[in-house]
């Protein structure tokens, strides 16, 4: 009796908190659509990367437990997004159907308060941002598996959108079905996902027969309609199309991650902790590739990532990919940079803006 009367106190306090928590949540939902009047008055944006970066670095350097910081961050994402929603609903293209990568990664981004427009392919994002269809997009850009994203990176030389943020989401594959794995006798999902689950499928199904599949999310649609097969998705698909999960985390190496760029119109304002990309076309010449690095050793410019990729109008020439820290506004960037562009054919600013953890705290579990 008295561990279910300690119970019982442990509830009421409970509903007393929740009861101020939902007190305070509407008076901050208030304050943000005060803000957003004053932003509507001035044509100011509603959506300013580095101030909701500031928010959630601050309440994770506050917190003193016993709730982990990727738990405070997930919490007070979601809280940003609904008072966001006040102000104005962004819409946000990802590459569809429902369920996929591309769409849980705009979720975690931008919550789920948002509206999420799916589009066919990486190049419609673009257009629907280019068009002023959507605020923004979400498009991959790298895998820590298969490497680059080639259309992405094309798409990105000859377009007028900027890079305003990054995403990376771990990515895990799971079973769904409605069936045991006795029962099933087919699974589904796009080539990229089957091929990251190979050795899972041969050791557990071997006798059933793996079926490509536009996307994992069609492969989800394919399975309940038939209840002798299986799919190959993320736990985001099976909870759109409701079709349970048999077993979860069945990738045959573990630590696949998928980075994703956020394109939109402005470049955001400088954070504490930003990264710049550009593309860079050098001169076919002798020591091309030392010249366009040397400035950023000399200006101690930290150089995160290059990547080369084909101009493919032009046989066997290349262009880069370069990230750095730092933002475009800072003076030593803008020096290094105006070095960079007097040894090289053209170079172009993709995008300033905030730095994501590269080590999320969230397992995003569903893949194209």
């Not at 928010?55 to 809280?79: Q, W, Y």
């Not at 990532?305 to 290349?318: C, D, G, L, T």
């Not at 475009?328 to 803008?334: E, F, G, Q, V």
Request: charged fraction near 25%.
């Amino acid at each position: 009796m008295s561990n279910d009367k300690n119970i019982q106190t442990f509830r009421e306090e409970i509903d007393s908190i929740d009861r101020e928590i939902l007190e305070l949540l509407n008076r901050r939902a208030k304050a943000a659509q005060e803000i957003g009047k004053i932003k509507n008055h001035h044509d100011a944006d509603f959506y300013i990367p580095s101030r909701e970066k500031a928010v959630l670095a601050r309440l994770c350097k506050m917190n003193s437990g016993p709730l982990h910081v990727d738990a405070i961050t997930s919490v007070f994402r979601e809280v940003i997004s609904a008072c966001r929603a006040l102000e104005t609903q962004l819409a946000v293209a990802y590459l569809g159907p429902e369920g996929t990568y591309h769409h849980s990664a705009a979720q975690i981004h931008f919550g789920r308060s948002a509206r999420f427009i799916p589009v066919e392919r990486i190049n419609g994002i673009f257009e629907e941002v280019e068009r002023n269809r959507v605020n923004y997009g979400i498009v991959a850009i790298e895998n820590s598996l298969e490497g680059s994203v080639g259309v992405t990176l094309d798409r990105l030389v000859h377009s007028t959108v900027n890079i305003v943020g990054e995403v990376y989401l771990s990515i895990s594959h799971n079973l769904i079905s409605f069936s045991e794995l006795h029962e099933i006798d087919k699974v589904y999902s796009h080539p990229q996902g089957l091929a990251q689950c190979r050795r899972w499928l041969e050791s557990n199904l071997p006798k059933a027969r793996l079926i490509d599949a536009a996307s994992t999310s069609y492969g989800v649609c394919m399975c309940k309609e038939d209840r002798h097969a299986a799919a190959v998705a993320g736990a985001l698909a099976s909870e759109i199309f409701e079709v349970p999960i048999q077993v979860r985390a069945i990738e045959d190496f573990a630590g696949n991650t998928t980075r994703f760029f956020v394109i939109g119109g402005k470049t955001p304002e400088p954070s504490t902790d930003d990264k710049t990309s550009m593309i860079v076309f050098v001169r076919d010449k002798v020591g091309a590739l030392h010249s366009m690095l040397e400035p950023f050793k000399n200006n101690k410019v930290n150089l995160t990532n290059i990547v080369s990729r084909p101009i493919k109008q032009e046989a066997w020439q290349y262009m880069f990919f370069l990230e750095c820290q730092g933002h475009y506004s800072m003076d030593i960037l803008r020096e290094t940079i105006a070095e960079i562009e007097r040894n090289s054919l053209y170079v172009k600013i993709l995008g300033s803006y905030p730095r994501a953890h590269s080590s999320p705290g969230e397992s995003v579990q569903s893949s194209e």
